[in-house]
T-cell receptor
Framework: DQQVKQNSPSLSVQEGRISILNCDYT??????FLWYKKYPAEGPTFLIS?????DKNEDGRFTVFLNKSAKHLSLHSVPSQPGDSAVYFC??????????????FGQGTTLQVKP | DTGVSQDPRHKITKRGQNVTFRCDPI?????LYWYRQTLGQGPEFLTYFQNEAQLEKSRLLSDRFSAERPKGSFSTLEIQRTEQGDSAMYLC???????????FGNGTRLTVT
């Protein structure tokens, strides 16, 4: 039962262009969503989050969009940089339960930014 | 802020042996989490502590697994009678409050032969 799905295992974009990573979820109780970035041999690093009361959140080059009716979120980054090449994980939690740390992760999408 | 520290980084053990991992969270972070990640998958929640109290355990955490956080500082995760299926990356994370993002360590990679 994969409650958080990232259907694209990999994505390749040209440096300077926009990269869009997608994530779908099935549990309507999820109300807090995060994106993490992971480099090889390192732990995941928090990138950006969004609460279900919003449909958009921006932080520098990164914007997360949430479509609750479609149970879909996406991460946009522009302009893409070679240092963005990493595995990106989407994660969700039911924060109303009082524990936003119990995250359900997707399988990850490997982003390659080509110079 | 020195980040979340995990030790060892790698552990190779034979099936049936016991192993113990240590996690030092960011100081003053009262919440500490253990996750497990296998190849091609995202991290999976195992358990978490608020201070020294273990508040939730996943059904993934069989009775061979035990976690402690004495004095609410560092935590240990012990696996008894290891099995090949235990081979994974074990990640520790900490957070300052329920509504703040998790900060992950670099993990302990366990290989059971």
């Amino acid at each position: 039962d994969q409650q958080v799905k990232q259907n694209s295992p990999s994505l390749s974009v040209q440096e300077g262009r926009i990269s869009i990573l997608n994530c779908d979820y099935t549990n309507s109780m999820f109300d807090y969503f995060l994106w993490y970035k992971k480099y090889p041999a390192e732990g995941p690093t928090f990138l950006i989050s969004i609460s279900s009361i919003k449909d958009k959140n921006e932080d520098g080059r990164f914007t997360v969009f949430l479509n609750k009716s479609a149970k879909h979120l996406s991460l946009h980054s522009v302009p893409s940089q070679p240092g963005d090449s990493a595995v990106y994980f989407c994660a969700a939690s039911a924060a109303q339960g009082g524990n936003t740390g119990k995250l359900i992760f997707g399988q990850g999408t490997t982003l390659q930014v080509k110079p | 802020d020195t980040g979340v520290s995990q030790d060892p980084r790698h552990k190779i053990t034979k099936r049936g042996q016991n192993v113990t991992f240590r996690c030092d969270p960011i100081s003053e972070h009262n919440r500490l989490y253990w996750y497990r990640q296998t190849l091609g998958q995202g991290p999976e929640f195992l358990t978490y502590f608020q201070n020294e109290a273990q508040l939730e355990k996943s059904r993934l955490l069989s009775d061979r697994f035990s976690a402690e956080r004495p004095k609410g500082s560092f935590s240990t995760l012990e696996i008894q009678r290891t099995e090949q299926g235990d081979s994974a990356m074990y990640l520790c994370a900490s957070s300052l409050s329920p509504n703040s993002p998790l900060h992950f360590g670099n993990g302990t990679r366990l290989t059971v032969t």
